[in-house]
C-alpha cells in the first residue's frame, strides 16, 4: 500500500509540475499586457493555487496560529525542509529569499526562477549587498519577502542563529519584521527535515510515502526596525519564534 501511495502520488506531483512550467513559459509572460499591477496579482493566484494542490498531493495539513500583520511585509521563519516553502506560500503573496541551490535542482529551481524568487549565493559580499538592495527596494513597494535568517535548514528541534545582516533590508525600508515558526508533527517530523547532503529528489519521494503529514504554521507578534539595530532585530525575531514552538532547550542559546 505505502508503494502505491507513492506511485499515485508522483504521477500527480509530475502532472503539477508539468502544469506549473506550463503556467510560467505559456501564461506568465501575456500577463504583462495588463499591467505590472493586474499582472502580479494573477501571477500570486497561479502560484498559491500551486502551492496548495502541492499540498494536497503530499497529504499535508496545516494548522494555523495566530495572523500575520499585514502591515509587517518581511517575513521570518525557522527552517526545517525545502516543504517549507510551500506550506508558507500557500497562506499568502510571497517572494522568496533562497540560496543560490535551488536555482540548480530539476523542474523547482526553475519554477523558482520564474515566479520572482531572490538568489543568495552564500560567503559572497558583493552579492549579499546586491540582494539587500532589491529586497529593500521591494519591501518599499509593499511586496511581502519570506526570508529563511537561520541560513540553512535544521532538524527542527532548534532554532540556529539568526544572521543579523539579512535583517538590514528591514531597517533600510523602516518595515516591520513578521515572524513565522514552523514545526512537523508525527511521522513527518522525522522524515520532514531536509539537512546535510539530502538530496531533493530523493527526499521527495520519502514525504509521498507518508500517509499524511502535519504542519503547524504559528504567527507572532511583529516586531518595529525604528528602534532596534539589525542585531537586536534578528535576536527578537528569534525569540518571538522559539516562543512560538516553545522550545525551552533552544530558547536559552545564545542568538
Known amino acids: 500500500m505505502p508503494h502505491f501511495r507513492q506511485a499515485y502520488r508522483a504521477l500527480l506531483v ?35 493555487a500551486w502551492f496548495r494542490g502541492f499540498l494536497l498531493i503530499l497529504g499535508v495539513q496545516v494548522e494555523r496560529r495566530g495572523r500575520w500583520n499585514p502591515n509587517a511585509p518581511l517575513w521570518v521563519a525557522n527552517h526545517i525542509s525545502w516543504l517549507d516553502v510551500v506550506v508558507i506560500g500557500a497562506q499568502a503573496p510571497l517572494t522568496f529569499i ?108 520519502q514525504m509521498l510515502r507518508v500517509p499524511r503529514t502535519v504542519a503547524e504554521l504559528s504567527f507572532g507578534a511583529a516586531i518595529e526596525s525604528d528602534h532596534l539595530n539589525r542585531d537586536e532585530l534578528a535576536h527578537a525575531a528569534r525569540q518571538t519564534v522559539v516562543g512560538c514552538l516553545g522550545k525551552g532547550e533552544a530558547r536559552r542559546q545564545v542568538a
Open 14 to 48: 509530475a502532472a503539477v509540475c508539468v502544469a506549473g512550467m506550463a503556467a510560467v513559459v505559456l501564461l506568465f509572460p501575456p500577463l504583462r499586457i495588463l499591467g505590472e499591477s493586474r499582472a502580479q496579482c494573477l501571477r500570486d493566484k497561479v502560484q498559491m
Open 98 to 205: 533562497s540560496k543560490q541551490d535551488v536555482a540548480g535542482w530539476p523542474v523547482f529551481g526553475f519554477l523558482a526562477s520564474r515566479t520572482g524568487t531572490l538568489f543568495l549565493r552564500r560567503g559572497d559580499r558583493e552579492d549579499t549587498q546586491r540582494l539587500g538592495e532589491r529586497m529593500t527596494w521591494l519591501l518599499r513597494q509593499k511586496r511581502t519577502l519570506l526570508l529563511f535568517p537561520e541560513g540553512t535548514s535544521s532538524s527542527g528541534e532548534t532554532v540556529l542563529r539568526f544572521h543579523p545582516r539579512l535583517f538590514q533590508p528591514a531597517k533600510r525600508a523602516g518595515v516591520a519584521v513578521q515572524p513565522v515558526a514552523l514545526a512537523y508533527r508525527g511521522e513527518a517530523a522525522k522524515i520532514a527535515p531536509f539537512v546535510g547532503d539530502a538530496s531533493f529528489l530523493p527526499h521527495l519521494l
